[in-house]
């Protein structure tokens, strides 16, 4: 499949990607979005310096998100955090960044 990838063409096909990440060690997902390769997560911006050889700031999230999803592989968003169901009174959360229990 070909797809532009910051302002320069690739040729991408679905076993190239395989290829490309089979021995790359998957960094931590952080922030933002992520792609299911196999059996490993990875980051988008991980995949894309990888099958690009560019830089991570020479392209976006979202143009290797957009050929990852062309190719067939899962990408997924960093889970939200739950809104507490609950607010916390002002002195409960200095005692939460304290990391101490606060009074009973």
């Not at 490309?20 to 933002?32: F, Q, T, W, Y």
């Not at 190719?71 to 990391?99: D, E, I, K, N, Y």
């Amino acid at each position: 499949m070909r797809c532009v990838i910051a302002r320069f063409p690739f040729d991408l096909t679905r076993s190239g990607v395989l290829a490309a990440m089979k021995d790359i060690e998957p960094e931590p997902v952080v922030v933002g979005e992520s792609v299911i390769i196999g059996r490993h997560r990875y980051p988008v911006k991980q995949v894309g310096q990888v099958i690009t050889r560019q830089d991570r700031r020479d392209f976006s999230a979202g143009e290797v998100v957009r050929a990852m999803t062309l190719l067939g592989f899962t990408c997924r968003g960093l889970a939200q955090r739950p809104v507490p169901t609950h607010p916390l009174t002002p002195q409960q959360w200095a005692s939460a960044m304290l990391g101490t229990t606060g009074p009973a």
